[in-house]
């Protein structure tokens, strides 16, 4: 979330809350596919089908990316416009 227009106080006649709105957002990872990840979801489909991390991103499912991305600590950072 992005804030788009900040609360106005006074005057009182014109005095609105802040609006938010979605933001667009981007983080930076590094995989190695030699060294399995130790996060839930990818461990488990490395240990159970033989599936590695880049494979993972590049070819499964949307919810599969999720999932994985989302059992990662990633520094998410808000674009700018």
Request: net charge negative.
């Amino acid at each position: 979330m992005r804030l788009l227009r900040p609360a106005v106080y006074h005057p009182a006649e014109v005095a609105e809350p802040e609006e938010w709105g979605p933001g667009i957002c981007s983080a930076v990872l590094s995989i190695d596919d030699d060294e399995p990840s130790n996060h839930g979801y990818a461990l488990k489909a490395h240990a159970v089908y033989g599936i590695t991390p880049s494979m993972i991103l590049s070819a499964g499912t949307e919810t599969e990316q999720i999932f994985y991305l989302q059992d990662m600590d990633l520094d998410w950072q808000l674009d700018e416009d």
